[in-house]
Nanobody
Framework: QVQLVESGGGLVQPGGSLRLSCAASGSIFSIYAMGWYRQAPGKQRELVSTITRGGTTKYADSVKGRFTISRDNAKNTVDLQMNSLKPEDTAVYYC????????????????WGQGTLVTVSS
Protein backbone atom coordinates (compact mmCIF):
# COMPACT_ATOMS: atom_id res chain seq x y z
CA GLN A 1 0.00 0.00 0.00
CA VAL A 2 2.60 2.53 1.13
CA GLN A 3 6.34 2.27 0.63
CA LEU A 4 9.22 4.25 2.09
CA VAL A 5 12.54 4.31 0.27
CA GLU A 6 15.61 5.66 2.03
CA SER A 7 18.89 6.83 0.56
CA GLY A 8 22.05 8.60 1.63
CA GLY A 9 23.72 6.29 4.11
CA GLY A 10 27.37 5.39 3.99
CA LEU A 11 30.75 5.68 5.65
CA VAL A 12 31.91 9.00 7.03
CA GLN A 13 34.72 10.12 9.29
CA PRO A 14 34.03 11.55 12.76
CA GLY A 15 33.09 15.19 12.46
CA GLY A 16 31.74 14.70 8.97
CA SER A 17 28.25 15.11 7.53
CA LEU A 18 25.68 12.98 5.77
CA ARG A 19 22.19 13.66 4.48
CA LEU A 20 19.54 10.96 4.56
CA SER A 21 16.47 11.15 2.36
CA CYS A 22 13.23 9.22 2.42
CA ALA A 23 10.42 9.22 -0.13
CA ALA A 24 6.95 7.85 0.48
CA SER A 25 4.80 6.47 -2.31
CA GLY A 26 1.68 4.39 -2.81
CA SER A 27 -1.90 4.76 -1.67
CA ILE A 28 -1.33 7.91 0.37
CA PHE A 29 -4.19 10.18 1.34
CA SER A 30 -2.17 12.20 3.85
CA ILE A 31 0.89 11.86 6.04
CA TYR A 32 0.60 13.03 9.65
CA ALA A 33 4.20 12.61 10.73
CA MET A 34 7.49 11.44 9.27
CA GLY A 35 10.72 10.74 11.01
CA TRP A 36 13.89 8.80 11.54
CA TYR A 37 14.78 6.09 14.01
CA ARG A 38 18.02 4.19 14.39
CA GLN A 39 19.24 0.88 15.69
CA ALA A 40 22.83 0.24 16.65
CA PRO A 41 24.22 -3.30 16.94
CA GLY A 42 22.98 -4.95 20.11
CA LYS A 43 20.68 -2.06 20.99
CA GLN A 44 17.00 -1.29 20.69
CA ARG A 45 15.62 0.94 17.98
CA GLU A 46 15.44 4.54 19.17
CA LEU A 47 13.89 7.76 17.99
CA VAL A 48 16.22 10.21 16.27
CA SER A 49 13.85 12.90 15.03
CA THR A 50 10.29 13.40 13.87
CA ILE A 51 8.38 16.15 12.10
CA THR A 52 4.64 16.63 11.78
CA ARG A 53 2.80 17.86 8.73
CA GLY A 54 2.61 21.25 10.37
CA GLY A 55 6.37 21.37 10.91
CA THR A 56 6.62 20.57 14.61
CA THR A 57 9.91 18.80 15.23
CA LYS A 58 11.27 16.53 17.93
CA TYR A 59 14.86 15.43 18.45
CA ALA A 60 16.62 12.93 20.66
CA ASP A 61 18.84 14.72 23.17
CA SER A 62 21.88 12.99 21.71
CA VAL A 63 21.44 14.64 18.30
CA LYS A 64 20.12 18.09 19.23
CA GLY A 65 22.19 20.83 17.64
CA ARG A 66 23.80 18.42 15.19
CA PHE A 67 20.92 16.93 13.19
CA THR A 68 18.20 18.80 11.32
CA ILE A 69 15.02 17.25 9.99
CA SER A 70 13.06 18.73 7.11
CA ARG A 71 10.02 17.72 5.12
CA ASP A 72 8.40 18.45 1.79
CA ASN A 73 4.67 17.80 2.14
CA ALA A 74 4.04 18.17 -1.59
CA LYS A 75 6.60 15.51 -2.45
CA ASN A 76 6.01 13.25 0.57
CA THR A 77 9.68 13.33 1.45
CA VAL A 78 11.67 13.78 4.65
CA ASP A 79 15.38 14.51 4.96
CA LEU A 80 17.79 14.30 7.87
CA GLN A 81 20.89 16.47 7.71
CA MET A 82 23.48 15.02 10.06
CA ASN A 83 26.49 17.15 10.99
CA SER A 84 29.34 16.67 13.44
CA LEU A 85 28.85 12.93 13.29
CA LYS A 86 30.25 10.79 16.07
CA PRO A 87 31.14 7.08 16.17
CA GLU A 88 28.16 6.54 18.47
CA ASP A 89 25.88 7.67 15.63
CA THR A 90 26.76 4.47 13.80
CA ALA A 91 23.54 2.55 13.22
CA VAL A 92 20.96 1.48 10.71
CA TYR A 93 18.65 4.45 10.19
CA TYR A 94 15.01 3.77 9.46
CA CYS A 95 12.49 6.14 7.93
CA UNK A 96 9.04 6.12 9.54
CA UNK A 97 5.73 7.61 8.50
CA UNK A 98 2.27 7.77 10.03
CA UNK A 99 -0.13 7.89 7.13
CA UNK A 100 -3.77 7.77 6.17
CA UNK A 101 -4.28 5.68 3.08
CA UNK A 102 -6.76 6.19 0.29
CA UNK A 103 -8.13 2.71 0.94
CA UNK A 104 -8.89 3.25 4.63
CA UNK A 105 -9.30 6.83 5.79
CA UNK A 106 -10.59 5.80 9.19
CA UNK A 107 -7.25 5.07 10.82
CA UNK A 108 -3.55 5.86 10.86
CA UNK A 109 -1.08 3.36 9.45
CA UNK A 110 2.55 3.24 10.60
CA UNK A 111 5.03 2.41 7.84
CA TRP A 112 8.76 1.68 7.99
CA GLY A 113 11.50 1.81 5.40
CA GLN A 114 14.06 -0.92 4.88
CA GLY A 115 16.84 0.99 6.62
CA THR A 116 20.09 2.54 5.52
CA LEU A 117 23.44 2.00 7.24
CA VAL A 118 25.41 4.93 8.58
CA THR A 119 28.94 4.17 9.74
CA VAL A 120 31.04 6.82 11.45
CA SER A 121 34.63 5.71 11.65
CA SER A 122 38.13 6.87 10.91
Amino acid sequence: QVQLVESGGGLVQPGGSLRLSCAASGSIFSIYAMGWYRQAPGKQRELVSTITRGGTTKYADSVKGRFTISRDNAKNTVDLQMNSLKPEDTAVYYCNAVVVTTTDKSRYLEVWGQGTLVTVSS
